[in-house]
């Protein structure tokens, strides 16, 4: 599965994998605001072998299959993934 990462100029160590390049629309709007304007760092390919230095690639891979976004909050902040129903 390829992402695209980018970093949060707002806040330290945060960062936004994205399933497509520069589609910012998948984030929720409530978000969008704290994290600044996004700047690309890379592309990435992910597979369940995969090591990351602090996220579980397997989540990673679910998030962005299931909402099209991941975000990597520092490692003293925990992330809670919203709900959402199936259309």
């Known amino acids: 599965m390829k992402c695209f990462i980018y970093r949060s100029p707002k806040r330290n160590n945060t960062y936004v ?13 409530e978000m969008v605001g704290g994290l600044g304007v996004l700047e690309f760092v890379m592309e990435l390919e992910l597979t369940p072998q995969r090591r990351l230095a602090t ?7 679910k998030n962005l299959a299931s909402f099209g976004f991941h975000i990597q909050f ?14």
């Not at 994998?17 to 998948?26: G, K, N, P, Q, T």
């Not at 996220?55 to 891979?61: E, S, T």
Request: aromatic share 8%.
């Open 17 to 29: 994998y994205l399933r497509e390049r520069d589609v910012f629309a998948v984030l929720p709007p």
């Open 55 to 61: 996220q579980d690639v397997n989540l990673v891979m």
């Open 74 to 87: 520092p490692p003293n902040e925990q992330l809670v993934m919203p709900q959402y129903k199936d259309l």
